[in-house]
């Protein structure tokens, strides 16, 4: 499976981003999908998860209650809504997969990430 993220941009503090991350390969709608993201001198972290059919779903602590991950698998796609941004937030955001349905594991595919710049 490849994926390919976009959405990405510069936005106020308060403001909101979506970010789209379109799969190709037939195995997409049996996979958990996960965001991560990485700000400039931090590991990478994870942001969000949801499981193969969109029921169940996960998030860090950070993020809860203002960014939410959906996905449609008709068109091989995973989304986040993200809302009241902070600058806290900046950083490159990528979309990973792996290849079960259970959010519980750890990514085994990746997309390129696309940056978010949250300004205060």
């Known amino acids: 499976v490849q994926l390919q993220a976009s959405g990405g941009g510069l936005v106020q503090a308060g403001g909101s981003l979506r970010l789209s991350c379109a799969a190709s390969?037939?195995?997409?709608?049996?996979?958990?999908m996960y965001w991560f993201r990485q700000a400039p001198g931090k590991e990478r972290e994870f942001v969000a998860a949801?499981?193969?059919?969109?029921?169940?779903?996960n998030y860090a602590d950070s993020v809860r209650g203002r960014f939410t991950i959906s996905r449609d698998n008709a068109k091989n796609s995973v989304y986040l809504q993200m809302n009241s941004l902070k600058p806290e937030d900046t950083a490159v955001y990528y979309c990973?997969?792996?290849?079960?349905?259970?959010?519980?594991?750890?990514?085994?595919?990746w997309g390129q990430g696309t940056q978010v710049t949250v300004s205060s």
């Open positions: 990973a997969g792996y290849s079960g349905s259970s959010i519980y594991n750890t990514p085994n595919y």
């Open positions: 390969g037939r195995t997409f709608s049996y996979s958990a």
């Open positions: 949801t499981d193969w059919s969109g029921t169940n779903k």
